[in-house]
């Protein structure tokens, strides 16, 4: 049964694909639906709380009404899935920006270090791995799942500086994954070597014509070891003709050239990291990615929206400040735009040798460090799930009773196929997976 | 890599012959022979086995048939071996004639060179030169001081906070290595001023600067150990190589990196660090070096002055061909191209990156696309060594740059440039003989022999003037250039060949025998052969034979204690200052008779020896062939040496002997086995004995030189003293640096190139840095025509 296909063995139960969302109920299928379609995870960071008057529905279940800033994701809300009620419960050494970041998706205590935050006892990196590099390495492990990269993990005005503040993705304990905040380079990553291959190619005719015009000068014998090296670089080009973009299912995306990596370029650094996500995952190349704006106490300057004040700054303003509201009203309503433009691109793009669309095999899950940025806190951090990729019951606005985040990343690694039995600090996981679906 | 047959099987004993088994049908044969020429006999007898010239047979015997016996040497052995099966067939006068045809039509070296004399090979860069190449052109575009300083050390900046910040400096201090435990406490100032800030026990941090010194070229790996915050920067300034800044919790941690680094050169360093609220504070920052052991930096590798970045190609390449005996790059495969191509995109990508500071420009400037087209020109000019002519310009650079006006474009048309400079042949072979040698393919041939690498500024202004024309000018470019950093890594890493050094490596040695023998004694043990090799070869004498009969080794205290130790304790006599520091190497004299020079290094003997007892063949084939100069043919079969069959009251020496005692294997061990036997002397790792297996050793043996005279040999002195006084070894040393330098066979310069060079060397003193100097000059100046102009290009 676990190596029979999901969709297999629903034709073969004789139930329709229409009857799927019910079926994914059922925790004996739970843990089968992976092998069948491409599963994808796309984790969205932005900093330094949300304004929760303008963010929480107020209603439960599935009549709700979409508050200012998660408007945005009103095409989406059949889709939406919203959790209030998830608190980051993990104490210990850091102060909340850094225990809010960096046990974020990792769910356990960072180590004791020399890194002082603004109260509380310094502290170090987080003590375990991180949700999105446990399915990655999960997905890697086995055949059917594998991709070039595994993961990618994107930043948006990044810092450039390695600290708990600045990472939530770790490969492990002590062991940080920087995010690359930079389109052009995670261009190269994706197509440089078709780039490069195209540059060689382009150069090879000369490289020919050169060797050919040294060849006539030299004596017979000398010529045979030149003759031999035309040869190779004969073979080279025949080469470089018949394969290559073969296995590419998809236009390589046209970035703006000379953006510069800078604050204010970041809605078109946002667009640019979306869009070459939206490809990863056209390749296949990889099925998990995180995508981090700034970093927690993140202190962006959104001049395109009309405000001049960093956003960690506006963020300790106290509630009565309506004019600082406003303005994080309208910060954290971009954030979502840029969910909403994410789930856009997603759902335009048809499942490569799939069926549906890639939003139909993702889940987007935005979050954020705390709850709130003038108090700090570490409750009803928001997670805003968009897509049907771990066929959890969409279009729901959800409230818990402050449940251990720890809980929500094992019911999406149980929707993965991958069962844990704790993830993060085992006492934060008792009462199991999140019930979603 | 094997290099030969004798590195492949650490445990392999050789049979072997010159002559293989000869069947012939009739006896009555014999009688014939007198009124036959030598070449009559050979074609009845010999050729169809040894082929019609020597050549060989498939099947029967397929080595060629030449070798280094003396003419009545050779005519005894034919006399007494052959043919194979009934040697009687051919009497004392018959052997004669043959002996002395094969001798004079394709026996002996003379008749070698004769037969097929060895030419000037094309060839492409070797890997070596590949990076070193790369290195230059890319150091070119760089300001970089004309000299290195003399201090040691690295720059310590200390501050009163847990960052950088400049107003909380308070104080600067040179130092030595990077090995701190701050305990509870703080650092100092050296010297105590007035007004010096001390450090806040909550709150310091450190930033140290400079650049490390590299002598060879490899992976280095590095390593910090710190219970603090702290990064490494190495070769960039960008990128950290180590980042441990974020602690976790009080225990050191141990965080490493690892990164390639060209030798001869030096590398801008740099370590921060800061602790905050931490109980202790501590760091040690370490290096591998390739062939070395784990240590904390020494600070003879460290400067305060900070240096600019250089390119190291990452990119691997396939090893080159070394089955000549010496690294070369006449063969071409498709690794080698695939290899090429990938370094060429490496390359173009890292340049194309900071090709605005190269080229002094930026994006926005309305001048950009002609100082890009003037950089390419430059690196092509550097990268061609030579000026490029009009059609070239064309087809290298200005092609690539037509309508290209945006700033991405003509990126584009950068990296196209360095491309198709870096595949083209005019960068990738040291020389394109096109039958006309100009000034700049003689600053070639001076750079790519002392260096492995481009000619520098100097060199290409004194082709463009036409000032590398006469054998004196050519000869003091060659003494300039010697005196630099970039000979002693070629010199190096002759001897590591010559020497066969890198059989050492990650060599064991039995534990209950050699409780002391570990990785960081082996280590010390190469730095003892390096200092060695340095301190003779760059003195002022740099005599080849204080190479063979010095009887002085480098210690520490490390290899005092395993090389010194028990009854030789009385004879050392120090000539080190003994108060200095515990690792550092001081020169330790012995008794004549138990340490001459290379010979008897430790570090070489351990290498040519087994896991517990030493191996009178793999030390004798060694003597042979890189200390008397002699040739031996690998092996026809391997037969490998089994310990345990042998009484185990025997001797080394007896079970070697009786090993090899058939007629087959004597062939070459009769030469072997006496220098072999000569080093019994010394166990599997180099220590000095006069007993093994409970009886005396015994280092004497009678051994027969080239020339068929007899001599006593009675321990590795004599075998020193033989090699330093026999021209065959002289001109056997001259012929392996020779083509370790120029990368070619020295007959390729005519018959007589290595007498005469040997002749030379003798008359020198056996200076080895003038005769450095002479096989460079010699190489350099091949083929010019007295003639013609030199000065120009000519392509």
Same mark, same amino acid.
Request: include cysteine; proline fraction near 5%.
């Given at each position: 049964m676990k190596t029979m296909q999901r969709r297999n063995f629903i034709k073969g139960l004789g139930v329709s694909a229409a009857a799927l969302p019910f079926l994914g109920s059922l925790p004996s299928l739970q843990a089968n639906r992976s092998g069948g379609r491409k599963q994808r995870l796309i984790i969205m960071f932005s900093p330094n709380g949300i304004v929760p008057t303008n963010f929480w529905p107020d209603e439960e279940g599935e009549n709700f009404t979409l508050k200012r800033i998660l408007a945005p994701l009103e095409p989406f809300k059949k889709q939406t899935l919203i959790l209030h009620g998830v608190s980051n419960k993990v104490r210990g050494d850091g102060d909340s920006h850094m225990r809010g970041m960096s046990c974020l998706l990792t769910g356990i205590e960072l180590f004791p270090g020399n890194i002082q935050g603004g109260s509380d006892t310094p502290a170090g990196w987080a003590s375990g791995i991180s949700i999105d590099q446990e399915l990655r390495n999960f997905l890697q492990s086995r055949e059917e799942s594998k991709t070039r990269f595994g993961s990618l993990e994107l930043g948006v005005a990044v810092p450039h500086r390695a600290d708990p503040w600045t990472r939530m993705s770790y490969a492990g304990p002590n062991k940080p994954v920087a995010p690359i905040d930079d389109p052009y380079l995670v261009f190269e990553k994706l197509y440089g070597q078709m780039k490069d291959k195209d540059t060689l190619k382009s150069v090879l005719d000369d490289v020919q014509s050169d060797l050919e015009t040294v060849s006539r000068k030299l004596s017979s014998e000398d010529k045979r070891m030149l003759d031999e090296h035309l040869t190779l670089v004969r073979e080279m080009e025949k080469e470089l003709q018949s394969g290559g973009e073969a296995s590419l299912n998809h236009a390589v995306p046209k970035l703006d050239a000379g953006v510069a990596i800078e604050n204010d370029s970041i809605p078109k650094i946002s667009r640019m990291q979306i869009e070459l996500l939206v490809n990863s995952f056209l390749s296949d190349s990889c099925r998990v990615a995180t995508l981090q704006y700034t970093n927690s106490v993140g202190n962006a300057r959104m001049k395109w929206l009309g405000i001049e004040e960093g956003h960690h700054t506006l963020s300790h303003d106290p509630d009565m400040n309506d004019v600082s509201q406003e303005k994080l009203t309208k910060i954290n309503t971009w954030f979502c735009e840029e969910m909403a433009h994410l789930a856009k691109r997603l759902s335009e793009s048809p499942e490569p040798g799939g069926e549906g669309t890639l939003l139909d095999n993702t889940l987007i899950v935005w979050t954020n460090e705390l709850g709130k940025g003038n108090s700090h806190t570490l409750e009803d951090i928001p997670f805003v799930l968009v897509g049907n990729g771990c066929g959890f019951k969409m279009g729901r606005s959800l409230k818990f009773k402050k449940v251990e985040h720890n809980r929500l990343w094992m019911a999406v690694a149980h929707a993965f196929g991958h069962p844990l039995q704790s993830f993060g600090n085992p006492k934060l996981c008792e009462g199991g997976p999140l019930v979603l679906a | 890599m094997c290099r030969n047959a004798f590195n492949c099987h650490r445990l392999v004993l050789l049979a072997l012959l010159s002559f293989n088994f000869v069947t012939v049908e009739a006896v009555f044969w014999k009688s014939k022979n007198s009124k036959k020429s030598g070449q009559e006999i050979y074609k009845e007898m010999c050729a169809h086995c040894h082929g019609e010239n020597g050549e060989g047979v498939a099947d029967k015997y397929?080595?060629?048939?030449?070798?280094?016996?003396?003419?009545?040497?050779?005519?005894?052995?034919?006399?007494?071996?052959?043919?194979?099966?009934?040697?009687?067939?051919?009497?004392?006068?018959?052997?004669?004639?043959?002996?002395?045809?094969?001798?004079?039509?394709?026996?002996?070296?003379?008749?070698?060179?004769?037969?097929?004399?060895?030419?000037?090979?094309?060839?492409?860069?070797?890997?070596?030169?590949?990076?070193?190449?790369?290195?230059?052109?890319?150091?070119?575009?760089?300001?970089?001081?004309?000299?290195?300083?003399?201090?040691?050390?690295?720059?310590?900046?200390?501050?009163?906070?847990?960052?950088?910040?400049?107003?909380?400096?308070?104080?600067?201090?040179?130092?030595?290595?990077?090995?701190?435990? *701050?305990?509870?406490?703080?650092?100092?100032?050296?010297?105590?001023?007035?007004?010096?800030?001390?450090?806040?026990?909550?709150?310091?941090?450190?930033?140290?600067?400079?650049?490390?010194?590299?002598?060879?070229?490899?992976?280095?790996?590095?390593?910090?150990?710190?219970?603090?915050?702290?990064?490494?920067?190495?070769?960039?300034?960008?990128?950290?190589?180590?980042?441990?800044?974020?602690?976790?919790?009080?225990?050191?941690?141990?965080?490493?990196?690892?990164?390639?680094?060209?030798?001869?050169?030096?590398?801008? *360093?740099?370590?921060?660090?800061?602790?905050?609220?931490?109980?202790?504070?501590?760091?040690?920052?370490?290096?591998?070096?390739?062939?070395?052991?784990?240590?904390?930096?020494?600070?003879?590798?460290?400067?305060?002055?900070?240096?600019?970045?250089?390119?190291?190609?990452?990119?691997?390449?396939?090893?080159?061909?070394?089955?000549?005996?010496?690294?070369?790059?006449?063969?071409?495969?498709?690794?080698?191209?695939?290899?090429?191509?990938?370094?060429?995109?490496?390359?173009?990508?890292?340049?194309?990156?900071?090709?605005?500071?190269?080229?002094?420009?930026?994006?926005?400037?309305?001048?950009?696309?002609?100082?890009?087209?003037?950089?390419?020109?430059?690196?092509?000019?550097?990268?061609?060594?030579?000026?490029?002519?009009?059609?070239?310009?064309?087809?290298?650079?200005?092609?690539?740059?037509?309508?290209?006006?945006?700033?991405?474009?003509?990126?584009?048309?950068?990296?196209?440039?360095?491309?198709?400079?870096?595949?083209?042949?005019?960068?990738?072979?040291?020389?394109?003989?096109?039958?006309?040698?100009?000034?700049?393919?003689?600053?070639?041939?001076?750079?790519?022999?002392?260096?492995?690498?481009?000619?520098?500024?100097?060199?290409?202004?004194?082709?463009?003037?036409?000032?590398?024309?006469?054998?004196?000018?050519?000869?003091?470019?060659?003494?300039?250039?010697?005196?630099?950093?970039?000979?002693?890594?070629?010199?190096?890493?002759?001897?590591?060949?010559?020497?066969?050094?890198?059989?050492?490596?990650?060599?064991?040695?039995?534990?209950?025998?050699?409780?002391? *023998?570990?990785?960081?004694?082996?280590?010390?043990?190469?730095?003892?052969?390096?200092?060695?090799?340095?301190?003779?070869?760059? +003195?002022?004498?740099?005599?080849?034979?204080?190479?063979?009969?010095?009887?002085?080794?480098?210690?520490?205290?490390?290899?005092?204690?395993?090389?010194?130790?028990?009854?030789?304790?009385?004879?050392?006599?120090?000539?080190?200052?003994?108060?200095?520091?515990?690792?550092?190497?001081?020169?330790?004299?012995?008794?004549?008779?138990?340490?001459?020079?290379?010979?008897?290094?430790?570090?070489?003997? +351990?290498?040519?020896a087994y896991h517990k007892s030493s191996s009178p063949i793999h030390r004798g084939v060694f003597l042979t062939r890189n200390i008397v100069g002699r040739s031996l043919k690998p092996p026809p079969m391997a037969i490998q040496f089994m310990d345990g069959r042998f009484d185990p009251k025997m001797t080394m020496r007896e079970k070697v002997t009786e090993l090899t005692s058939p007629n087959a294997c004597q062939g070459c061990h009769a030469v072997i086995n006496p220098l072999g036997f000569s080093l019994e002397h010394f166990d599997a790792i180099g220590r000095y004995r006069t007993m093994e297996n409970e009886k005396p050793v015994n280092a004497t043996s009678d051994y027969t030189t080239p020339g068929g005279e007899t001599i006593q040999l009675k321990g590795a002195r004599d075998v020193a003293e033989h090699a330093a006084k026999s021209k065959e070894a002289q001109q056997g040393f001259v012929r392996q640096l020779f083509q370790h330098i120029v990368k070619q066979p020295a007959q390729a310069y005519g018959p007589e190139t290595l007498r005469e060079l040997r002749g030379e060397f003798e008359k020198e003193g056996f200076n080895i840095q003038k005769l450095l100097v002479k096989i460079v000059s010699l190489s350099a100046s091949h083929g010019i025509k007295p003639d013609t102009s030199l000065a120009g290009g000519n392509q």
């Open positions: - | 397929d080595e060629s048939l030449y070798g280094d016996r003396s003419l009545p040497a050779l005519t005894k052995y034919i006399d007494r071996t052959m043919p194979e099966d009934n040697p009687d067939k051919l009497d004392a006068k018959g052997a004669a004639k043959v002996a002395e045809y094969i001798y004079g039509a394709f026996y002996s070296p003379a008749a070698r060179a004769k037969v097929a004399p060895p030419k000037v090979e094309l060839s492409r860069l070797t890997v070596s030169q590949y990076q070193n190449a790369v290195a230059d052109i890319f150091d070119s575009f760089k300001e970089k001081p004309s000299k290195l300083t003399e201090e040691r050390g690295l720059r310590g900046e200390y501050f009163n906070a847990r960052d950088f910040n400049r107003e909380k400096k308070a104080f600067e201090r040179i130092d030595g290595q990077i090995l701190f435990s *701050f305990g509870e406490g703080t650092p100092e100032p050296v010297v105590a001023e007035q007004g010096t800030n001390h450090l806040g026990e909550e709150a310091f941090a450190i930033r140290w600067k400079g650049s490390i010194l590299v002598e060879e070229s490899g992976d280095y790996e590095f390593r910090i150990k710190t219970e603090n915050g702290a990064r490494l920067y190495v070769n960039g300034h960008e990128e950290p190589l180590i980042d441990a800044w974020v602690s976790s919790g009080p225990n050191v941690r141990e965080e490493s990196g690892m990164i390639r680094l060209l030798g001869g050169r030096a590398y801008p *360093f740099k370590v921060d660090f800061f602790t905050y609220k931490e109980k202790t504070a501590s760091i040690i920052v370490e290096w591998k070096p390739p062939h070395k052991a784990w240590e904390p930096i020494p600070r003879a590798h460290l400067i305060p002055q900070q240096l600019p970045v250089t390119l190291v190609v990452t990119t691997s390449f396939p090893a080159d061909d070394g089955s000549a005996g010496y690294e070369r790059g006449t063969t071409i495969s498709r690794e080698w191209d695939q290899a090429s191509t990938y370094a060429a995109i490496e390359v173009a990508g890292k340049i194309t990156d900071q090709v605005d500071d190269l080229a002094g420009t930026k994006k926005e400037d309305t001048e950009r696309k002609s100082k890009l087209i003037q950089f390419c020109h430059r690196f092509a000019e550097r990268a061609f060594r030579r000026p490029l002519s009009d059609e070239q310009k064309k087809l290298f650079i200005e092609q690539h740059f037509e309508n290209v006006n945006e700033p991405s474009g003509q990126d584009a048309a950068v990296k196209k440039v360095i491309l198709l400079v870096l595949k083209s042949p005019r960068f990738l072979y040291p020389e394109i003989p096109d039958g006309n040698v100009d000034s700049y393919d003689v600053a070639s041939r001076l750079s790519f022999g002392l260096w492995d690498t481009l000619p520098d500024k100097q060199l290409l202004e004194a082709a463009a003037k036409g000032q590398l024309q006469t054998a004196s000018e050519i000869a003091s470019q060659a003494e300039r250039m010697l005196n630099n950093s970039r000979a002693r890594v070629k010199v190096r890493a002759f001897f590591e060949h010559w020497l066969e050094m890198e059989e050492a490596e990650d060599l064991s040695k039995d534990p209950l025998s050699f409780p002391g *023998f570990n990785e960081a004694v082996l280590a010390d043990l190469r730095t003892s052969l390096e200092l060695f090799l340095d301190e003779v070869v760059w +003195s002022e004498k740099s005599d080849y034979r204080e190479l063979l009969l010095a009887d002085y080794v480098f210690l520490n205290n490390r290899l005092e204690k395993v090389y010194q130790a028990g009854h030789q304790q009385g004879n050392g006599e120090k000539l080190g200052e003994s108060e200095k520091k515990a690792d550092e190497f001081r020169k330790v004299r012995f008794p004549a008779d138990q340490r001459t020079g290379v010979l008897t290094h430790p570090y070489l003997l +351990s290498a040519f």
